[in-house]
């Protein structure tokens, strides 16, 4: 992971006898694509308005830009948020509303930053309809355009596709890319897992507000990709005759007795024959596949989180 940007220890919100967050850890590296994924009530919208310095934390810290948030807040400047309805006026058009927040951070030369800021998240200049004839896919366009005022350093969307059809979806998803290949830092949460994996580099799921995993987008497809597991009597004596009789050389040794296979094509009984003839006794042997939504579901259980 690239320098940190953001660091989160410890990070809980409880409301009443409700604990949102619970003891949250986890890093953000500069220029990193975050995806947070958990399902509903799981805490992502608690734990984002945290990070944005719209929530106070009941306990822990946060740090931007390596300083702790407490001392600092000048610091959350540097994060713009695009979280739930997006808080636009209705009755007025795309252009106030963003002119309204723009006066509100005291900019000069708005009219050429607005401007170019609804050219980035493609909404028409010329375009004088009120947000509240907009359809969903502009409302959250106009929203990414407000996070987007103060040119932040983070950008925070909170499930920025909810709602959208596959076009406004796939637009989304090249503007988060256009914007982080501009050096931003986005963090982006959502409940599908597979959207998010088209894009994040970084993963940390949520679960009944602990977060249970963290993953590098490496680690998190090498979960999910096909193998064959096997559990020997000792994994390091199978490794030379998967590598020099069976020509394996795609694989993982997980502890001292399961190894991964991930050319995956290989007979089963063709490895079970080998391994034994070479005086390796073989516990187990199991194909494996799974997609990502099967590897979340897995972690989280299919009832999901309660929003109570
Ligand atoms: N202001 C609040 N007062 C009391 N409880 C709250 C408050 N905000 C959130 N909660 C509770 O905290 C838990 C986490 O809510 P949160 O909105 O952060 O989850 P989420 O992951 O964003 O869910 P969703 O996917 O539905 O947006 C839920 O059980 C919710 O009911
Ligand atoms: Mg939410």
């Known amino acids: 992971m690239s320098e940190a940007i953001i660091e989160v220890s410890q990070l809980t919100k409880q409301f009443k006898s409700k604990i949102a967050v619970n003891k949250a850890d986890f890093k953000i590296g500069k220029g990193e694509i ?3 994924i958990g399902q509903n009530g799981a805490g992502k919208s608690t734990l984002l308005k945290m990070i944005a310095g719209l929530m106070y934390p009941t306990s822990g810290e946060i740090k931007l830009f390596n300083r702790t ?6 610091y959350f400047e540097r994060i713009g948020i695009l979280i739930e309805n997006a808080g636009l006026f209705p009755h007025y058009n795309a252009y106030e509303n963003l002119d309204l927040i723009a006066i509100s951070y005291g900019l000069t ?9 609804l050219k980035l998240v493609g909404l028409d200049v010329s375009n004088k309809s009120k947000v509240k004839n907009y359809s969903m896919g502009m409302k959250q366009r106009l929203g990414i355009a407000a996070a987007l005022i103060g040119s932040p350093d983070v950008l925070i969307l909170d499930e920025p596709i909810n709602g959208l059809d596959p076009q406004g979806i796939s637009e989304i998803r090249r503007m988060i890319l256009e914007l982080n290949k501009a050096g ?7 409940h599908i897992l597979e959207e998010l994996s088209k894009i994040a580099t ?8 602990e977060v249970i995993e963290h993953h590098s987008r490496e680690q998190l497809l090498l979960q999910c990709e096909d193998r064959i597991e096997i559990e020997v009597e000792k994994a390091s004596w199978a490794v030379p005759i998967l590598e020099q009789n069976l020509n394996i050389n795609h694989y993982k040794v997980i502890g001292e007795h ?3 296979i991930y ?5 089963t009984q063709h490895i079970i024959k080998s391994l034994v003839e070479n005086g390796v006794m073989v516990h187990s042997i199991t194909k494996h596949k799974q997609s990502l939504e099967q590897y979340f579901l897995a972690r ?4 999901g989180g309660s929003h109570d």
């Open 34 to 36: 975050f995806g947070l």
């Open 69 to 74: 948030m407490k001392d600092s807040h000048p």
């Open 109 to 117: 030369n708005r009219k050429s930053h607005i401007n170019k800021l």
């Open 184 to 190: 931003m830092t986005i963090i982006i949460s959502s």
């Open 202 to 209: 970084q993963y940390a799921i949520l679960h009944q507000g």
């Open 258 to 260: 399961v190894v991964y």
């Open 263 to 267: 050319d995956s094509h290989i007979e």
């Open 300 to 303: 989280t259980g299919s009832g």
